[in-house]
């Protein structure tokens, strides 16, 4: 199966802390995308990479993509209590936008 | 532009019933994806929609469908509705392939 499985499942640092979040996935991909959930509510996305990138930035996001390992990180830099979240990577095959995610990496950033 | 919209917000339903949720993508989007998220299984891709047919389907039964009109909104319905069908129903929508997915705000849904 394509799904991505997130590593660690849950995740509780201090505020300005780094957060550092793992996906492994098991075929080749077309793109992996990272989405942000708050409890109970829709997903937000925030970076998606594509099979021939290796890093990407967004702010205070950082994600990175090793095609021959079949995995990619999140960093988070300099983390704020707002960031507390489930985050989810899904990576997508060649087959159409057919996201397949994990359990996701629970975040909590103590102020 | 204006972001995935979905209505309702919130439902609650009795078992044996059928429901239609509703999903209007962003403008120029002409994909739709649905997904459930239940604590238990997580999120789950249900099907695709592309140009008002159904590209990809999940692993779901029958009670599970859905449709896409000619302005690319998108319904799902799901018929004789049991327990196990309480969860969020989250739509995405995005340009053909291989692109960003961005998703509603969802459906919440009770089953009684």
């Known amino acids: 199966s394509q799904q991505g499985e997130e590593d660690p499942q849950a995740l509780s640092i201090q505020e300005g802390e780094n957060a550092t979040m793992n996906c492994s996935y098991k075929?080749?991909?077309?793109?992996l995308q990272w989405y942000r959930q708050n409890s109970g509510r829709g997903l937000v996305h925030l970076i998606l990479?594509?099979?021939?990138?290796r890093e990407k930035h967004s702010g205070r996001l950082r994600v990175t993509l090793d095609t021959s390992k079949k995995s990619s990180s999140l960093l988070i830099t300099a983390s704020r209590a707002a960031d507390t979240a489930s985050y989810f990577c899904?990576?997508?095959?060649?087959?159409?936008?057919?996201?397949?995610f994990g359990g996701g990496t629970r975040l909590m950033v103590k102020p | 532009k204006a972001g995935v919209t979905q209505t309702p917000r919130y439902l609650i339903k009795t078992r044996g019933q059928q429901v239609t949720l509703s999903c209007s993508p962003i403008?120029?989007?002409?994909?739709v994806s649905w997904y459930q998220q239940t604590p238990g299984q997580g999120l789950q891709f249900l099907f695709e929609?592309?140009?008002?047919?159904?590209?990809n389907k999940g692993n779901f039964p029958g009670r599970f469908s859905g449709r896409q009109f000619s302005n690319s909104r998108s319904e799902m319905n799901v018929s004789t509705l049991e327990l196990g069908d309480s969860a969020l129903y989250l739509c995405?929508?995005?340009?053909?392939?291989?692109?960003?997915?961005?998703f509603g705000p969802g459906t919440r849904l009770l089953v009684l």
């Open positions: 995405a929508s995005s340009l053909p392939t291989g692109e960003t997915q961005y």
């Open positions: 075929t080749s991909i077309n793109n």
């Open positions: 990479i594509r099979s021939n990138e």
């Open positions: 899904a990576p997508e095959n060649n087959a159409g936008n057919m996201l397949t």
């Open positions: 403008s120029g989007h002409r994909s």
């Open positions: 929609y592309f140009s008002e047919t159904q590209r």
